[in-house]
């Protein structure tokens, strides 16, 4: 039996979301489909996280074993030539006995990107959020200084969030503009339903005088969701690198 680490990227707009549906397309089924076809063997993978339907990623891990004399090579290939061109496989890797990637990550990256503009660009639509007001990245990058570190982010999860250890810590927490664009580049050991687009909401809801600069850390002592910004649309968001390596401190994108 061979365990394989696989990374792959997907647009995730025709999809919803990673995890498999019993009404609704998602990308795992569309991954396992294609393996099966490749291997036939039906087999189910384990992916390192669930993101919710229109979300992209850009690094994705998923795991499996295989009882197959088939090598890394044949299978980025192999599905390459069977997924669709909106998921990819950049790289597989032969694992250790066991790796998972879900239970053996400890820790990933998300970027959300908004186009700032009052004109809207059509090749943007499934890509990014936009939003006409205008950003003062400078000013909210500040603000989202107050998530950073070890906080209960209860304020800052979907009332649909069924965890009840809401307790996560974030590594960092940048924003930035580029042209049109803010981006918006978080880390941390873990996140919950809808946490990061909840962040994002609320730095937005600061950067338009809804919220006080300085109110993030009394909104998060709260404990309370609806003293938070809004949910920001998941076209913007991005799975951006997932961590597994015990030395990463949060910062290796720099």
């Given at each position: 039996?061979?365990?394989?680490?696989?990374?792959?990227?997907?647009?995730?707009?025709?999809?919803?979301?990673?995890?498999?549906?019993?009404?609704?397309?998602?990308?795992?089924?569309?991954?396992?489909?294609?393996?099966?076809?490749?291997?036939?063997?039906?087999?189910?993978?384990?992916?390192c996280s669930r993101t919710d339907a229109g979300v992209h990623a850009r690094e994705y891990v998923l795991s499996f074993a295989l009882d197959s004399t088939i090598n890394c090579r044949g299978?980025?290939?192999?599905?390459?030539?069977?997924?669709?061109?909106?998921?990819?496989?950049l790289k597989c890797e032969e694992a250790d006995s066991g790796f998972h990637a879900r239970y053996h990550c400890i820790g990933k990256e998300y970027?959300?990107?908004?186009?700032?503009?009052?004109?809207?660009?059509?090749?943007?639509?499934n890509t990014a959020f936009r939003s006409w007001?205008?950003?003062?990245?400078?000013?909210?990058?500040?603000?989202?200084?107050?998530?950073?570190?070890?906080h209960d982010f209860k304020a800052m999860c979907s009332s649909a969030c069924t965890k009840e250890n809401t307790v996560r810590t974030i590594h960092h927490f940048n924003v930035r503009r580029d042209g049109d664009f803010v981006i918006f580049n978080v880390s941390g050991n873990g996140f919950?339903?809808?946490?990061?687009?909840?962040?994002?909401?609320?730095?937005?809801?600061?950067?338009?005088?809804?919220?006080?600069?300085?109110?993030?850390?009394?909104?998060?002592k709260s404990l309370d969701r609806t003293k938070a910004g809004k949910t920001v649309p998941p076209q913007g968001?991005?799975?951006?690198?997932?961590f597994y390596n015990e030395g990463y401190d949060g910062f290796e994108q720099e």
């Open positions: 039996m061979k365990y394989f680490k696989v990374t792959i990227a997907y647009d995730g707009t025709a999809y919803h979301g990673w995890q498999r549906q019993q009404n609704s397309l998602a990308v795992q089924e569309v991954f396992e489909d294609a393996l099966e076809d490749l291997t036939g063997q039906k087999i189910v993978v384990q992916g299978i980025q290939f192999g599905m390459n030539s069977r997924l669709p061109d909106d998921i990819a496989v970027e959300y990107i908004v186009h700032n503009s009052q004109v809207k660009n059509p090749f943007y639509k007001y205008p950003i003062d990245a400078a000013k909210i990058n500040k603000a989202a200084q107050a998530f950073v570190g070890t919950l339903y809808n946490m990061v687009r909840i962040m994002v909401g609320t730095l937005l809801f600061v950067n338009e005088g809804k919220i006080g600069e300085n109110a993030i850390p009394d909104i998060l968001l991005y799975l951006n690198k997932v």
